[in-house]
């Protein structure tokens, strides 16, 4: 589990191809200090194990489903990566619960300059969209933000100055694509909600509103 908080930008420095995946060497430093073999990191917002760490940087493997639904397929070298450790129980949780499994690759199509921050507008899956509400919380490859505008399929994303300096978001191009992963809350509602036939003592809209949601 994650927060969506980047603790640092790491950069992919070789990359292996193995049976059915590929086989990530990525720098870091700041995160490397409490880290150790068989770790969970989000990269990009994919949680993927360290399988072996060095001094500054760590191994880590991504095959099968992990590539099909990721954009880790797409790394070359030298792409800077976003980098966050799971998150411990003790741990402030200052962005919102990130579980590391993408649900679906967005397109950036703007990048706008207002102010001191920037605007991103972002293609996502039509599949995805009824899990998304304005003002509610999405990550794009690993950083939590929050849902500033949202139109049929595409979202409008403020960054502020200090998450464009500690995420890799500064390096973004249009067409870009990037990792999804919805709001895990959204999902258990759509499974409680179910439908009347299936069973009538499931948890519906009205019973939502009557407990005061």
């Known amino acids: 589990m994650f927060t969506g908080l980047i603790e640092e930008i790491g950069i992919i420095e070789r990359i292996e191809q193995i049976s059915n995946g590929r086989r990530l060497k990525i720098s870091a430093t700041e995160i490397l200090n409490d880290v150790k073999a068989n770790d969970s990191i989000a990269v990009n917002g994919v949680c993927l194990t360290t399988i072996k760490v060095e001094e500054k940087s760590f191994w880590a493997e991504a095959v099968g489903e992990t590539l099909k639904k990721t954009t880790l397929n797409k790394l070359q070298k030298n792409t800077k990566v976003n980098l966050e450790c799971a998150l411990r129980l003790l741990d402030k949780l200052g962005g919102h619960l990130v579980q590391g499994h993408v649900n679906g690759i967005g397109i950036i199509k703007k990048i706008n300059r207002r102010g001191e921050n920037y605007y991103f507008e972002i293609e996502i899956p039509k599949e995805l969209v009824k899990y998304l509400v304005q003002e509610g919380s999405i990550a794009i490859d690993g950083v939590s933000l929050t849902i ?66």
């Not at 990792?179 to 009538?200: C, Q, R, S």
């Open 148 to 213: 500033a505008n949202l139109k049929g399929n595409s979202i409008g994303l403020s960054i502020i100055p200090h998450t464009w300096e500690k995420t890799n978001l500064q390096y973004r191009q249009i067409s870009d694509e990037v990792n999804i992963e919805i709001d895990i809350l959204a999902k258990y509602v759509e499974k409680l909600l179910g439908t009347e036939n299936e069973n009538k003592n499931l948890l519906t809209i009205n019973m939502l509103k009557n407990m005061g949601f």
